[in-house]
T-cell receptor, first 116, second 114 residues
Framework: AQKVTQAQTEISVVEKEDVTLDCVYE???????LFWYKQPPSGELVFLIR??????QNEISGRYSWNFQKSTSSFNFTITASQVVDSAVYFC?????????????FGKGITLSVRP | NAGVTQTPKFQVLKTGQSMTLQCAQD?????MSWYRQDPGMGLRLIHY???????DQGEVPNGYNVSRSTTEDFPLRLLSAAPSQTSVYFC?????????????FGSGTRLTVV
């Protein structure tokens, strides 16, 4: 069985603050993929990043960065200099290959509010 | 390239009514799946399919049926709607196999059962 835990449920910051969203995962598979999705108030799911289990390099994309640590089964997401437009629900998700199947398991999401 | 198309976007049903949520993708993806999103619960897998003619249950399958007669379409049927099925439903597809694990989501269907 696989599981994704996002212990933080709601985070509120003031614009320009840095914020880190935590994600801890569980899986018995050696090959797996981790994802972050953003869900703005409009409701659609926006893909942010995919990372496979063999690539532990951290990634930076503009104000976004991701820290993948297999030793602690964590895949944390940091927003630097947050902006009001970053206000959204953020989901961490895990996909493992079990036989021929591909299932995406989501955490419960973190609601981020960025205040002006 | 339309990606994943879900219809309708909004629907109100009366308890006991049946309906089908449509999902179509034009990317020739092998994998398709249905999720429901409820407040504080994240997205939970209802049913999924690894190819035409093959479906399986996810985490919360009760009250829902699916079929996959073509690669493109993966409809979700509510047999007898209940208020507990009020939710936002997302369809997703993925290439699977050696083509990688990118998931594309539809824009969602907001269903209310009264």
């Amino acid at each position: 069985a696989q599981k994704v835990t996002q212990a933080q449920t709601e985070i509120s910051v003031v614009e320009k603050e840095d914020v880190t969203l935590d994600c801890v995962y569980e899986t018995r598979d050696t090959t797996y993929y981790l994802f972050w999705y953003k869900q703005p108030p409009s409701g659609e799911l926006v893909f942010l990043i995919r990372r496979n289990s063999f690539d532990e390099q951290n990634e930076i994309s503009g104000r976004y960065s991701w820290n993948f640590q297999k030793s602690t089964s964590s895949f944390n997401f940091t927003i630097t200099a947050s902006q009001v437009v970053d206000s959204a629900v953020y989901f961490c998700a895990l996909s493992s290959r079990t036989g021929a199947n591909s299932k995406l398991t989501f955490g419960k999401g973190i609601t981020l509010s960025v205040r002006p | 390239n339309a990606g994943v198309t879900q219809t309708p976007k909004f629907q109100v049903l009366k308890t006991g009514q049946s309906m089908t949520l449509q999902c179509a993708q034009d990317m020739n993806h092998e994998y398709m799946s249905w999720y429901r999103q409820d407040p504080g619960m994240g997205l939970r897998l209802i049913h999924y399919s690894v190819g035409a003619g093959i479906t399986d249950q996810g985490e919360v399958p009760n009250g829902y049926n699916v079929s996959r007669s073509t690669t493109e379409d993966f409809p979700l049927r509510l047999l007898s709607a209940a208020p507990s099925q009020t939710s936002v439903y997302f369809c997703a597809s993925s290439p699977g196999g050696s083509r990688g694990y990118g998931y594309t989501f539809g824009s969602g269907t907001r269903l209310t059962v009264v």
